[in-house]
Nanobody
Framework: QVQLVESGGGLVQAGGSLTLSCAAS????????IAWFRQAPGKEREFVAA???????TYAESVLGRCTIARDGAKNTVYLQMNSLKPEATAVYYC?????????????????????WGQGTQVTVSS
């Protein structure tokens, strides 16, 4: 049974930093693209960042330069470090896993190809 468990969310002031974690189990970690999406109230789920194919990483334009995604194969965990946070980053952050080959570089930012999702972790940025 595949499980993705997010942690690390919380309340932070604008300009602050948070690091989210996504711990995966029940899958062959190296075979999967792991992504972060976020969803604010009343808005669609949007792509934040993803990592796959051993060293490939990609980011949404809105977070470029302020977020870093990294995976630790020994711990089956993906991290999302977020710096210089803005109030508009307030959302529930979800971790998603999709098999390499099902997720492709030109579909990596779409939620559809990801088969597994975590329960989400709330990030609130106060102004």
């Amino acid at each position: 049974q595949v499980q993705l468990v997010e942690s690390g969310g919380g309340l932070v002031q604008a300009g602050g930093s948070l690091t989210l974690s996504c711990a995966a189990s029940g899958l062959t970690f190296s075979d999967y693209v792991i992504a972060w999406f976020r969803q604010a109230p009343g808005k669609e789920r949007e792509f934040v960042a993803a990592t796959g194919w051993k060293t490939y990483t990609t980011y949404a334009e809105s977070v470029l330069g302020r977020c870093t995604i990294a995976r630790d194969g020994a711990k089956n965990t993906v991290y999302l470090q977020m710096n210089s946070l803005k109030p508009e980053a307030t959302a529930v952050y979800y971790c998603a896993a999709g098999r390499e080959g099902t997720v492709l570089p030109d579909t990596i930012s779409r939620p559809g190809p990801y088969a597994y999702w975590g329960q989400g972790t709330q990030v609130t940025v106060s102004s």
